[in-house]
C-alpha cells in the first residue's frame, strides 16, 4: 500500500500530443488552474512556434480551466472542444498511462524524485 500525505506539495502532469506523428510535449507544473494553463498554453505555442503562419489546433476536454472565459490563447493557438464526457476522442488520454506506470503505488523523498521519475518516463516520447 502506497503512502498518501495530503500535506505533500502536489504535481501535475499537462501533456500535449500530435495525433499524426505521436510527438509530445510535457511540462510538470504545481498546479492546475487557470493561471497555469494559461502558462502551458504559453509555453506550448512558443516551443512549436506557433504564430498567424504557423497555427495549431488544440483538442481540449471540457474542463473548467480549458473553458473559463479568463483563458489567455496565444497566437497562433486555435481551442477546439470535445463534446462532453469523451475522454476515448481525446488523443493526449492515450499518455496518462505512460506518466501512471513508473509511479503508481510508489513513495517518493521529494519532489525532485518524483520529477525525475516522470521526466526519464516521458523522454523516450518526445
Keep these: 500500500m502506497a503512502r498518501v500525505n495530503h500535506r505533500d506539495p502536489w504535481l501535475y502532469v499537462y501533456g500535449f ?16 488552474n487557470i493561471a497555469w494553463f494559461n502558462a502551458a498554453l504559453a509555453e ?5 512556434g506557433a504564430s498567424a503562419t504557423h497555427r495549431i489546433v488544440l483538442l481540449l476536454d471540457n474542463a473548467g480551466w480549458h473553458r473559463s472565459s479568463n483563458v489567455i490563447v496565444p497566437d497562433g493557438i ?17 499518455l496518462w498511462e505512460l506518466v501512471d ?25 518526445r
Excluded at 506550448?44 to 512549436?48: G, I, K, N
Excluded at 503508481?104 to 516520447?125: G, H, M, Q, T
Design 17 to 32: 500530443v500530435h495525433p499524426g506523428t505521436g510527438r509530445t510535449e510535457w511540462l510538470l507544473l504545481p498546479r492546475v
Design 78 to 94: 486555435h481551442l477546439l472542444f470535445l463534446p462532453p464526457y469523451s475522454p476515448e476522442l481525446q488523443p493526449a488520454e492515450r
Design 101 to 125: 506506470e513508473p509511479v503508481v503505488n510508489r513513495s517518493f523523498d521529494s519532489l525532485d524524485e518524483l520529477k525525475i521519475s516522470l521526466y526519464s518516463a516521458v523522454k523516450p516520447y
Design 44 to 48: 506550448f505555442a512558443r516551443t512549436l
